[in-house]
């Protein structure tokens, strides 16, 4: 197979490009090369979902079927190497002519007004539908409501794009034929290393960590590739030459998730949606930071182990890592070096990674780690954004408080958006530590806080709406968690009749 040619399964057709950018978006080549226009660019960063597509890979060892909406407009072609891709275009074809049951769930409830953003609507329906097909039971009011959060309408309104997401299970089932699907993805991979070249510039998908280790050595200014969530959104926003780039998702051992010795360990390259899976699991505490962690499509697409790398101070998923006292495997031709997630921030956008060197895994202790010295773990984490779904965070916030005999034991406490880097509160934490988890102590812990961060004002909130913030989500810790009349979630939350849904998902 040709190293220098992207093979793409599109809409069931096995197709090649070459002679493209590297950074030609998924978006761009179907609108443009193959004049498949229903998916429309709105923001092209990743937010208002009308470029929704679903793609379909092989993962693993038994080469298992994968489905899951994307964002195209961010999405580099040479990514889709060996996958599959599905636009509005093909669900008509899928069922022979006639409206899928998504598309006609649509126009029976009046779903679409100007149609701009439908067909984003559609593909994220079409995904749903695929999901629960095989299921007796249809997903609940709630989990639609979960997989329409990445698609912004403006015009005809959420109710009957809701209702056409229950509606869509009524109507006479079309059936994808995942086995024929399977065998036409088999017949695309390739065994060597994808090298696709354009105007000197190199996009390499490696296979194994060595070879991306040895690769990173000989190519250390190269971009390191993941998701393409953030990196996206250097072309599309700020027009950037990338030069050459390496691709960590072709590395299978990178998006390993497993447990070992009272740890959680999950490879850079897993997803942000099968990396919360198996956190949420273990620290069930976080099912609504999942949810609210951007969209279903950023989360199929992004991965953990870009969010920590990427530094930035406001990463929802940092502050809750550093709190459960996560670690971090880093690689290179030299070896492995692992240190504490909280010593890889150094200062704003500066992390304590060599240029040679990528982030291999995170390791995340399971609670019986952390209660094996005595007591029990008192553990949340919550974000503070204009919206609910799918917004940036102000304030981020995570607490683990291990209570022994009524006293804190350890306490770890840190946020996001309140400094230049994610960071823990070390004179709240002093305050807490030895002492009884009560009105006083949770007082001065409060004031402690007060000086352990200088916040900034932005366009996202003042450096005045941050502290008081940071304080009263600790307040809201101490009403959750308090040994005496400890309050339900639900009467701690501003959203609650959403948020609710949160549980309902998982």
């Known amino acids: 197979m040709d190293s220098h040619t992207i093979r793409i399964l599109l809409n069931g057709e096995a197709v090649e490009a070459t002679g493209l950018p590297p950074t030609t978006s998924l978006l761009g080549w179907l609108r443009t090369q193959r004049g498949l226009t229903g998916s429309k660019e709105g923001c092209a960063e990743g937010d208002c979902g009308a470029c929704t597509v679903v793609v379909g890979e092989l993962r693993g060892a038994e080469q298992a079927l994968h489905l899951a909406s994307i964002n195209a407009c961010i999405q580099f072609l040479p990514a889709l190497d060996g996958k599959a891709v599905f636009t509005v275009e093909y669900l008509r074809a899928q069922a022979g002519g006639a409206l899928h049951p998504v598309q006609q769930a649509m126009v029976d409830c009046h779903g679409s007004q100007c149609g701009f953003c439908t067909p984003g609507f559609v593909m994220s329906l079409w995904d749903l539908y695929n999901d629960f097909a095989p299921r007796e039971e249809p997903p609940s009011p709630a989990q639609v409501r979960s997989a329409l959060t990445g698609n912004l309408c403006r015009c005809t309104g959420y109710r009957p794009i809701l209702e056409a997401g229950a509606r869509m299970f009524e109507l006479p089932a079309v059936t994808l034929d995942r086995t024929a699907l399977r065998q036409a993805l088999l017949a695309l991979q390739r065994e060597d290393l994808l090298d696709y070249r354009h105007a000197g510039a190199h996009f390499l998908a490696p ?77 069930p505490e976080l099912a609504e930071l999942w949810e609210r962690f951007a969209s279903p499509p950023v989360r199929n697409a992004g991965t953990l182990g870009g969010n920590i790398a990427n530094g930035s101070p406001i990463g929802d998923s940092m502050p809750a890592l550093i709190a459960l006292g996560a670690r971090i495997v880093l690689r290179s031709v030299r070896g492995g070096r692992e240190l504490a997630l909280e010593d890889f921030y150094l200062d704003y956008m500066k992390k304590d990674l060599a240029a040679d060197e990528f982030v291999e895994r995170v390791s995340v202790p399971l609670r019986a780690t952390l209660e094996a010295t005595g007591g029990a773990i008192l553990f949340r984490s919550w974000k503070l954004s204009k919206r609910f779904d799918s917004d940036i965070s102000a304030v981020c916030a995570a607490f683990a408080l291990r209570l022994q005999d009524g006293v804190i034991a350890s306490a770890r406490v840190a946020f996001g958006g309140m400094a230049a880097t994610p960071r823990r509160a070390p004179r709240a934490e002093a305050a807490l530590l030895d002492q009884p988890w009560d009105e006083a102590t949770l007082a001065r812990a409060q004031a402690a806080l007060a000086s352990d961060y200088t916040p900034l004002d932005d366009l996202r909130a003042s450096a005045a709406y941050r502290r008081r913030a940071a304080a009263n989500l600790l307040r809201r810790f101490h009403l959750e968690t308090r040994p005496h009349a400890p309050l339900p979630p639900a009467q701690t939350r501003a959203f609650a009749g959403v948020a609710d849904d949160c549980e309902a998902i998982r």
């Open 207 to 283: 296979r194994s960590v060595d070879e991306l280790a040895a690769l990173r050595a000989a190519r250390p200014q190269a971009v390191l590739l993941a998701g393409c969530t953030d990196i996206g959104l250097w072309v599309n926003k700020q027009l950037r030459e990338l030069g050459d780039i390496l691709y960590l998702g072709r590395v299978e051992a990178l998006r390993t998730i497993d447990e070992a010795e009272g740890w959680l360990h999950i490879g850079a390259a897993a997803t942000l949606t099968e990396a919360f899976a198996a956190l949420t699991r273990a620290w």
